[in-house]
């Protein structure tokens, strides 16, 4: 089993890549779609949310309320510390499950937004970062997802740097151009993460 840890600022095209490595047959682990999942209505992990956080994070549908629990939670460090107590052990498990099935010759692919800020490298075979120019990720921000230029900015300042970004790559996706190239760039990638996997 390869573990594969896929990351990229926001912008740079890794859910475009995730998305190419899971048609090929990789195994793929979204950190964030699990976050979401364990704190889907009826969940144990809702429960714990609401009763750590009120009544008041939750919508009328009973579904989490995510920009008011995020507005209460990133205004204090220790109400998001609480949060991700909560949280994280629940991932972690089903992130075990999920590896726990996949066969034992697969290619497990980590799609971890915050790989580097959480200096999660050593936990994966192999680092793989697309990457792309700031201000490249600045305007398909804006094209793709309508997000204002100042706010766009201001995501790309909280994450990590793009040279830190770098250093901690083994393999580099540059994603700037059409998705005919990307296509291309990921069959490679594939190609290499089958020789790797083969040798074992």
């Not at 939750?58 to 109400?79: C, N, T």
């Not at 692919?109 to 790989?115: C, H, N, S």
């Not at 700031?134 to 740097?161: F, N």
Request: no cysteine.
């Amino acid at each position: 089993m390869l573990k594969i840890g896929l990351t990229g600022g926001i912008g740079s095209g890794k859910s475009e890549v995730s998305k190419r490595l899971s048609a090929k047959g990789a195994v793929v682990v979204d950190a964030d779609r699990i976050a979401r999942e364990v704190v889907e209505p009826g969940t144990p992990g809702l429960a714990r949310v609401v009763a750590t956080f009120g009544e008041e994070v939750l919508r009328p549908d009973g579904s989490l309320d995510r920009p008011k629990l995020g507005s209460i939670v990133f205004a204090d460090s220790e109400k998001l510390a609480a949060l991700n107590a909560i949280v994280h052990p629940l991932v972690g498990e089903r992130v075990a499950e999920l590896q726990a099935q996949a066969p034992d010759d697969a290619i497990l692919v980590y799609d971890v937004p915050l790989l580097v800020e959480n200096n999660l490298a050593p936990m994966y075979d192999v680092v793989v970062v697309v990457d792309a120019a700031d201000d490249v990720r600045v305007r398909r921000l804006g094209e793709l997802r309508g997000m204002p230029e100042s706010d766009a900015k201001a995501r790309i300042a909280a994450q990590a740097s793009r040279e830190d970004r770098l250093a901690a790559a083994h393999i580099v996706i540059p994603n700037e151009g059409t998705l005919e190239e990307l296509d291309a760039q990921v069959d490679e990638l594939w190609e290499e993460l089958r020789r790797r996997a083969a040798r074992g």
